[in-house]
Nanobody, 116 residues
């Protein structure tokens, strides 16, 4: 089993920045992909950004040019740098990982609130 723990959420004003981090621990043999999803009240969970083992990245159209996903291979941490935040970015952000033989894991989520 692989555990994912998110950190870095909080309250920020519109136009501000936050950096989310997700640390993976446990039975890690390989990491095929990691990603960030988010779920706003009354809405379905949606993919925000993902990164593969080959460092291919993909982003939701709504965050392109504002968010950047990156990975620290040595420490099995994935980051999400969020700039120019908007009120519509308010959601619970979840870390996701695909660990090959050890399957998929989700973090418990971290709240991001963008409000003045």
């Amino acid at each position: 089993q692989v555990q994912l723990v998110e950190s870095g959420g909080g309250l920020v004003q519109p136009g501000g920045s936050l950096r989310l981090s997700c640390a993976a621990s446990g039975s890690i043999d390989s990491i095929d992909a990691m990603a960030w999803y988010r779920q706003a009240p009354g809405k379905e969970r949606e993919l925000v950004a993902g990164i593969t083992s080959g460092e291919t990245t993909n982003y939701a159209d709504s965050v392109k040019g504002r968010f950047t996903i990156s990975r620290d291979y040595a420490q099995n941490i994935v980051h999400l740098q969020m700039n120019s935040l908007k009120p519509e970015d308010t959601a619970i952000y979840y870390c996701y990982g695909n660990f090959g033989y050890y399957g998929e894991s989700w973090g418990q989520g971290t709240q991001v609130t963008v409000s003045s």
